[in-house]
């Protein structure tokens, strides 16, 4: 391998440059907002971390090399002082043998104490505590600025932190354990309790100088030595000090070049997104119409003298107007002084703005007389939830300085149960849709190929013959893909539910992804039904029931599922494999505040195996949303194979973010380190949780305010 050497001369100047930058910000008041991300994606300056955290929410992509080592980082700060992250590295090619190792691994790093004018942050860290192991290590850091542009840190590390100067870990005054850190299995997906804090402990430290509001220089004493990769594929190093420079451009993209150890140079890409900030500003939607005085309203069918026309006529064209809205109109009545309506909102990510929307058009169509507006969503046939305003406010509110707020005190948001199915919209039912797209599916970390792909073209069709009642489908033609050019054989000891995936690619060339009948009920108040039946999902055909309890002001909703599952055949069309399994849950769902919610699965898997699911998901009021989730079932870790348990990250961005105008339609990725068969579970269309929940009450009072927008 080339190295490169830089003269003694230039890391003198270096040296020197850093330390001019105490004068330099002593004169300078601007405090740097940007958190410096390090090599392993996290809060730091090369390699060793710093007491910092991103901004509350943010989720960071990195990517940084170092000779041969290849890191790909996503870290996200979960709360204002837990950041988290998971990161993918290629550690370089072995010695002598054209061959990449690669290596997942999942990072925590908690700010303990936030910096004052005395005291700096202190933060407390877990590196690779649930992967191989390989960066394994702990970390205590302090970190303060003693001008607004310069900032000290020193730590003391553990594990890998401790490859450099050790001394006896002063831990071992509480415990003669803390003296010696056990060897580690280095099978992905254990967490090395018995490890953390504890063998011989270091130093390390550095410096960081703003220089601008973009440009930012760091210098660090690394303990790390590097000594496993030092055996197998880079040289060994020259120095412990790391010296580099980035700067920040306006676009959000952080670029830093560094030089490492004495002997090469490394660079980092960064980029940090802001989910509570949308990169396309909202509001570019069409203005909401303007209330019409009611006088201007009743004008607009003088000529109608008999009452019937009149109904029929003010139906007609308010759906003509909730349709150029967004809405569809599918149910329609009028009671005395109230105007009763059924919609299915098909562009409003907010409901709330549905509701509004939905008013807004009421006001301007129908006749004056009628004083109280309900409105109710349906989804999947169903009867969710009821909005109901009353004329007066309003007309009252549409100019008032906070007229969304005294508009939500003054709306009578209720259960639908009672409403029953859409009626009095003719043409409603049935309907077919259908619809043409590409589509793009992913395989990650093979080892032999991290990233695989497949791109084609899909068909969706459907057809409702009456509410509630669904026949659909969905046909894939690919027209490249490089998943079945895997050659990699399941070793399961398990029944094959997952890991098969390359024979699906491999034996597949038209593919049904799903094809079923699904059928969507209100058995009682707060109560919802769903049956499907079919080919549930491109692995697994079989027959689906659910039922879900949720309150309309709930934090708490319960669901149960049972399904009868067998396995298709790898052409994914019309025919079965041996392998057959009951399945099924009872879940618990639960909003635990301030964005984040909670799920809990627990019941039978694919595979037989009996467990729980537990999932973490943070939503931001636009609806991006990232979480996470791990499977622990009574597989033992050796029957599961790599990985041990079944984890995973996900991601979830509304169109609505990137476009900045309203779409119910979003994209989403979930990354799972390695795909086994333990753990595995039905992947079904629609459950109800998801249907539901966008229509319960605490959803619409969220997002109230865009009600008048």
Known sequence: MIGVKLPEMW????????????????????????????????????DMPTAGALGDGNLALTTANYGPIWRNTVAFQITPRITGAFRYSAQGYV???????????????????????????????????????????????????????LQFTGGLGWGRFAGRGGFANPLGVLDDRFETRPNRDTRTGEFGFDQWFRGDAALFGGIKWH?????????????????????????????????????????????????????????RFSYVIDPANPRAPGGQETAPPALLPRSSVAAQSWNLADPAKRVASSRDTLQARLSEQGLRLVGYRLEGGAAKVQIENQRFDATAQAAGRTARVMANTLAPGIERFEVTFVEGGMAQTTVAVNRTDLEELENHLEGEWHSLARADISDAFG??????????????????????????????????????IQL????????????????????????????????????????????????????????TAEYFFRPREDMFGRLTFGYLEPMFGGVSAELLWYPLNSRLALGAELNYAVQR????????????VVTGHVSAYYDLGRGFHGQLDVGRYLAGDWGATITIDRRFKNGFKVGAFATFTDVSYDDFGEGSFDKG?????????????????????????????????????????????????????????????
Do not use: C
């Open 211 to 267: 220089a601008t509001d973009r440009l930012t220089f760091v210098a660090e004493y690394s303990s790390d030595t590097y000594r496993r990769e030092s055996r197998i594929s880079i040289d060994p190093q020259s120095s412990p000090y790391n010296f580099g420079v980035s700067y920040k451009f306006r676009n959000g993209l952080d670029f830093g070049a560094y030089y490492l150890y004495g002997n090469e140079v490394g660079f």
């Open 649 to 709: 990250l996900f991601v979830e961005v509304p169109m609505s973010w990137i476009l900045g105008q309203p779409n119910r339609s979003s994209i989403g990725q979930t990354i799972r380190p390695i795909v086994r068969d333990g753990g595995a579970r039905l992947s079904v269309r629609n459950r109800l949780y998801g249907v539901v929940e966008p229509y319960r009450g605490r959803e619409i009072a969220d997002s109230w305010g865009k009600y008048l927008r």
């Open 569 to 580: 055949d790898f052409d994914q069309l019309f025919g079965f494999q041996d392998y057959d």
């Open 460 to 515: 969706n069709a459907a057809w409702e013959p009456r509410p509630g009642l669904i026949f659909s489908g969905q046909l894939r033609k690919p027209f490249t893909s490089t998943i079945d050019d895997a050659t990699r054989k399941s070793d399961s000891v398990l029944p094959h539910v997952r890991s098969d995936t390359v024979l699906y690619a491999q034996q597949s060339d038209l593919q049904i992804s799903h094809l």
């Open 11 to 46: 890391v003198r100047a270096t040296t020197r440059i850093l330390g001019v930058a105490a004068l330099l910000s002593a004169l300078s008041t601007a405090q740097a907002k940007a958190e410096q991300l390090s090599f392993f994606g996290t809060p730091g300056l090369v």
């Open 419 to 456: 409403v029953g199915k859409p009626a009095g919209v003719a043409g409603t039912y049935p309907r077919f849709s259908w619809g043409i797209s590409p589509y793009t599916a992913f395989s990650l970390f093979d080892p032999d190929e991290p990233l695989r792909y497949e791109l084609g």
């Open 95 to 149: 010695f002598n043998r054209n061959t990449l190792f690669y290596d997942r691994s999942f990072d925590l790093h908690f700010l303990l104490r936030e910096e004052s004018d005395v005291w700096p942050a202190i933060a407390l860290g877990l590196r690779d505590f649930g992967g191989t192991g390989i960066y394994s290590g702990e970390y205590i850091v302090a970190s303060k600025y003693v001008t607004p542009r």
